[in-house]
């Protein structure tokens, strides 16, 4: 039997099945015994115990995970709730009833809201879950302890039950319940968890069931024959050894390097990044320096962090992107009218032309960080539309001092111009989650319209390769920075479509690295071709997998069974991408 | 009593985290708050539930009211977080 969901990750997990338990039976709406004033104690007491409890968990999981289960803890306190709650016990019901509709109530009306609200959903109902077990003397519901490791099956996970996964007994989760920006699924990428959610027939799964969980193929095999389980121990030893493997440039089978960058938020996450292998930073986000403040901050302050962060990548290539505020972003300072359409208005380079002074300000700050340090800074405009943006952007970096000045190609407009786009620009750099969205007109932030928001488009691959080959004919690079390149198979297509570079978050470099290592450059250009011939996104995976299986190498972990590792000879790459 | 309508700058609007750090701070405030969305209803800035209740979004319009002490300050301490931008 095949399950399918939405894959988390790119692990791979085997073994028994342990669903956690069903939720508590509803509490029986009967009269209480006591008075309003004695169940109203007992009610305020298990919502402060629960809120204490959460707020515990929160401090002992720390990161994202905390700010949600404060936040749950905040609902188990909230002043409406108690009201709430005091006006049906004042009915005669028991706390446990009166704490059970209240919430409810709320629960209900945030699914009826939709969207990431209905999303929040679970968390009260984890709140209620705790407060009645609570109330009736009972431990509050979590992940079962079996003693050995298994694969955790639920409807949806509350926050404080992934925020404590015990990551050696737990290897993996399958979920009925939860989409892509669930806390679930946040929370399992954020940790490494092997992580398949929203598979509908979750229920069919029971205790002791053997499966295996294939996060890259998003697919759940229950009762695995032995070739099936084979192939999935193999694909997990290869994954244990990548992890374990040194770091080498990034390159394909035939030497061709292709350098692995990282994408930095801010200069925390550098060092992590290098000691990752990442090659240096292909895309320096630079909104953090701004968001929060009602001004722009001076040339110096900016200046201060840039060096910070060019400090960890001496003699390396950093792009840094020019501030991208608008849309999804707004800061009060660069726009501040209410838009129709946010992602279409006044965003990106729109909205720094709009305001010179501080694109000039950001830019002196890059020239004069990159002139005290080690590493080459390349800058980038995002949201180019056109040529004559382009060469706006390119020439006042120039003037400014930054000799690399690039696009962002993002829009569909740049990329089918790309010839003539970068006549002008220094490099290219794709926003693929962008470039997605503008290409099948597909909100990124929507879950409704989620199915289209796909990188294996070949409407979007058909894009990429006109920036690819304008580039290859004018010698100018041509990265990638968005999610795509973190798609181990996706990114050899990349290359294949004439990408010289590929950025991602770093945990994602390990195995882009192991993936490119296994095809040439000509096999990547024959993979791409089969992407571009489809006709759908999914298509084009299946296309691209078929290929990849039938060359006399096969890449272990996609499908085929124990592939040695292929040894390549180690290439020596230059420290440093060379700008033609 | 002292009120300011503002924009929402929270990418997602105000949903878990922004609404919590809002909430927490409303709380921690003292003062009496009032969250008012443009055309719809009114509810106490101190309540997690009464604020994503409103189902606000990135844009939507809202009016802060404050009552009490240092209403001014409180005011000024609020509205900068409605404004901005929690998602990154």
């Known amino acids: 039997m095949e399950l399918s969901g939405i894959g988390i990750g790119q692990g791979v997990a085997l073994g028994p099945v342990i669903r956690m338990a069903d939720p508590l039976p509803e509490p029986l709406d009967a009269p209480s015994g006591r008075t309003p004033a004695e169940e109203g104690e007992r009610a305020r007491a298990s919502l402060g115990a629960v809120a204490a409890d959460l707020l515990s968990r929160g401090e002992r999981a720390g990161g994202a995970a905390r700010d949600v289960l404060e936040a749950q803890a905040m609902m188990a306190e909230d002043p409406t709730l108690q009201e709430d709650v005091t006006a049906r016990l004042a009915e005669g019901k028991t706390a446990e009833r009166a704490v059970f509709e209240a919430l409810a109530a709320f629960r209900d009306m945030l699914v009826e809201m939709g969207g990431y609200m209905a999303e929040r959903a679970t968390d009260l109902d984890d709140v209620s879950q705790r407060v009645v077990s609570h109330l009736a003397g009972l431990p509050a519901p979590g992940v079962p302890d079996p003693g050995y490791p298994f694969i955790l099956v639920a409807r949806d996970l509350a926050p404080a039950d992934t925020a404590l996964l015990d990551l050696g007994t737990v290897l993996g989760l399958v979920t009925s319940e939860g989409g892509p920006t669930s806390h679930t ?20 799964l029971v205790d002791e069931d053997e499966i295996i969980l294939d996060a890259e193929n998003s697919v759940v095999v229950s009762g695995p024959n032995a070739a099936q389980k084979a192939a999935a121990e193999s694909r997990i030893a290869a994954r244990a050894a990548r992890q374990n493997a040194p770091i080498r440039p990034g390159a394909l089978a035939d030497g061709t390097p292709i350098p692995l960058l990282a994408n930095l938020g801010s200069a925390d996450g550098a060092a992590r990044a290098v000691e990752l292998g990442a090659e240096g930073v292909g895309l320096f986000r630079t909104e953090f320096l701004f968001l929060g403040s009602t001004s722009a901050p001076t040339v110096t302050q900016q200046q201060e962090q840039y060096e910070r962060m060019l400090r960890e990548f001496p003699g390396r290539k950093v792009v840094v992107r020019a501030l991208d505020a608008g849309a999804d972003k707004p800061l009060a300072f660069l726009n501040d009218a209410d838009e129709e359409n946010p992602a279409l208005g006044l ?3 729109r909205s720094l032309r709009a305001s010179e002074d501080i694109l000039r300000e950001q830019l002196t700050a ?12 390349w800058v980038m405009a995002p949201m180019v539309a056109t040529v004559e943006e382009t060469r706006y952007f390119v020439d006042l970096a120039h003037e400014l001092g930054l000799k690399t000045a690039g696009v962002m190609v993002e829009i569909p407009s740049a990329a089918l111009l790309a010839d003539r786009v970068l006549q002008h620009a220094d490099f290219a750099s794709i926003g693929t989650n962008d470039l997605t969205q503008y290409t099948l007109a597909a909100d990124r932030m929507l879950g409704t319209v989620a199915n289209l928001q796909d990188p294996w488009h070949p409407a979007v691959l058909r894009l990429i390769r006109e920036v690819g080959e304008a580039g290859a004919a004018l010698g100018k690079p041509v990265g990638i920075c968005g999610e795509a390149a973190a798609d181990p198979l996706l990114a050899v297509v990349l290359v294949g479509l004439g990408a010289t570079s590929l950025s991602m978050s770093a945990p994602a470099l390990v195995d882009v690295r192991a993936s490119l290592a296994r095809f040439t450059l000509a096999q990547a250009r024959q993979l791409a071709a089969a992407a571009l011939q489809a006709d759908e996104a999914a298509s084009a995976r299946e296309a691209v997998k078929a290929v990849a299986s039938a060359f006399p190498e096969p890449p272990e972990g996609l499908g085929s069974s124990a592939a040695p590792e292929p040894t390549e000879p180690q290439q020596t790459i230059p420290p440093r991408e060379v700008l033609k | 009593m002292v009120e300011r ?15 919590k750090i809002f909430t927490q701070a409303a709380a921690a405030s003292g003062a009496g708050v009032t969250l008012t969305k443009t055309g719809g209803k009114t509810v106490n800035a101190a309540s997690i539930l009464g604020v994503i209740s409103l189902g606000i ?4 319009e809202v009016t802060l009211a404050v009552d009490g002490g240092n209403a001014d300050a409180v005011l000024e301490e609020l509205v900068d977080l409605l404004v901005r931008d929690h998602d990154e």
């Open chain 1, 185 to 204: 699924a946040i929370l399992a990428r954020e940790k490494s968890i092997v992580a398949i959610v929203g598979v509908a027939d979750a229920g069919r």
């Open chain 1, 347 to 349: 965003r990106g380079l």
């Open chain 1, 366 to 377: 890059l020239a004069n960080a990159n002139a005290a340090s080690d590493a080459d800074v």
């Open chain 2, 5 to 19: 309508t503002v924009r929402i700058g929270s990418t997602h609007g105000l949903h878990a985290r922004p609404a």
């Open chain 2, 57 to 60: 979004d990135h844009g939507d």
